[in-house]
């Protein structure tokens, strides 16, 4: 699901959202150097945002600082947008990125001081993170079994990475996060998954003719779900309560 064996041409063909987002990020990218007054019009600048310039609340998720910032984020959607824009109609994918995006700097602007600069894609990838931990929780018949099994840890590594490098926007990513995960069951109403594969059929085991069922099989994994559920909304609430800690006055 998440290992790209297409070719360029195919690629953009099937996934043109994911495509085009990331050819406008590049030219972006490519014009913000020539034109330095491209980034200094378009981050995300608190007091401009309260003068006004309510614009700084979107253009910061096509402007990226250098070209690792720029190659991680596309890297990203290049790897894990492919398969939500296959799974729900184009307009659909084109929100579902850019409103968790929006929203984190939405936040981001209520909890940091005046003076705080952001930019980046970052809270719309987190967003799209959100949407696989959701999947993962309440939609396992979207995707395979082996590729429910990287989802937690890609987030848990993910988050990580945001509290261990000081530069990164720690309210856009987990905001982007949250709302990517409180977003997705209004945008996977109705979503399919494009995949073939057989992870959900129920295995009827045969010994001597007779039928084998473990009673207890169901019970557990409905106990594991509210588990994972329960992990889920004490990791929210811990995340929240840093990101408040973080933005009281020092």
């Known amino acids: 699901m998440f290992f790209r064996n297409e070719t360029f041409s195919s690629y953009t063909r099937n996934y043109p959202v994911v495509t085009t987002i990331i050819a406008l990020n590049l030219l972006i990218f490519i014009l913000m150097m020539i034109f330095p007054i491209i980034r200094e019009r378009g981050v995300g600048f608190n007091l401009a945002i309260e003068y006004g310039e309510y614009w700084r609340l979107i253009t910061p998720i096509f402007l990226h600082n250098d070209l690792f910032h720029l190659a991680f984020n596309m890297g990203a959607l290049l790897i894990f947008g492919p398969a939500l824009e296959s799974m729900i109609k184009k307009w659909k994918f084109v929100l579902l990125f850019l409103l968790p995006g929006i929203l984190a700097n939405i936040v981001t602007f209520y909890l940091q001081h005046s003076y705080y600069m952001h930019l980046g894609a ?10 696989y931990l959701f999947i993962y929780l309440y939609r396992e018949d979207l995707i395979s079994r082996q590729t429910s099994q990287i989802i937690v840890p890609l987030v848990i590594i993910g988050v990580i990475m945001t509290f261990l490098n000081p530069s990164i926007s720690i309210t856009g990513h ?3 996060l949250v709302s990517g995960g409180l977003l997705a069951p209004l945008f996977l109403k109705g979503a399919s998954t494009p995949f073939i594969y057989r ?12 039928v084998s069922f473990n009673p207890d099989r169901w019970k557990n994994r409905e106990r594991n779900r ?13 995340f929240l309560g840093f990101v408040f800690l973080q933005s009281l006055p020092q």
């Open 174 to 176: 987990i905001f982007g």
């Open 226 to 238: 509210k588990i994972k559920k329960a992990l889920l909304i004490l990791g929210i609430i811990l």
């Open 122 to 131: 970052s809270g719309s990838i987190y967003g799209l993170f959100g949407v």
């Open 199 to 210: 992870t959900r059929t129920r295995k009827a085991y045969f010994d001597d003719d007779k």
